[in-house]
Nanobody
Framework: QMQLVESGGGTVLAGDALRLACTGS????????IAWFRQAPGKEREFVAY????????IYHKSVEGRFTVSRDNYKNTAWLAMTDLEPADTAVYYC?????????????????WGRGTQVTVSA
């Protein structure tokens, strides 16, 4: 089965930028929708962003819209989450998820494949 691996996390200052990557283990990646979720300390895991399997549609949570951009290159079996103007509230473990249906884009249960997460820490 396909594996997803996140990378690019780290510790930055408020106002800085990071780009996370999600890489699939095989070309199945090009047939699935990709979503990003995050979980901050003491909070429930929440939806961040979604991109259609073809890249033709994108959906963002209101809290990150205008600051974060999701993209993908299926030739490279990779999706990215480019984050700018980072805030301390963005501190969380960020997860990449993939699924064939994703009819409810913000529901964890819609996704079949999950990465182990990458930590993003934003200092004030």
């Amino acid at each position: 089965q396909m594996q997803l691996v996140e990378s690019g996390g780290g510790t930055v200052l408020a106002g800085d930028a990071l780009r996370l990557a999600c890489t699939g283990s095989d070309q199945t990646f090009g047939n699935i929708a990709i979503a990003w979720f995050r979980q901050a300390p003491g909070k429930e895991r929440e939806f961040v962003a979604y991109i259609h399997w073809s890249g033709s549609g994108k959906i963002y949570h209101k809290s990150v819209e205008g600051r974060f951009t999701v993209s993908r290159d299926n030739y490279k079996n990779t999706a990215w989450l480019a984050m700018t103007d980072l805030e301390p509230a963005d501190t969380a473990v960020y997860y990449c998820a993939g699924g064939y249906y994703s009819g409810n884009h913000d529901q964890e249960g819609e996704y079949d494949f999950w990465g182990r997460g990458t930590q993003v820490t934003v200092s004030a």
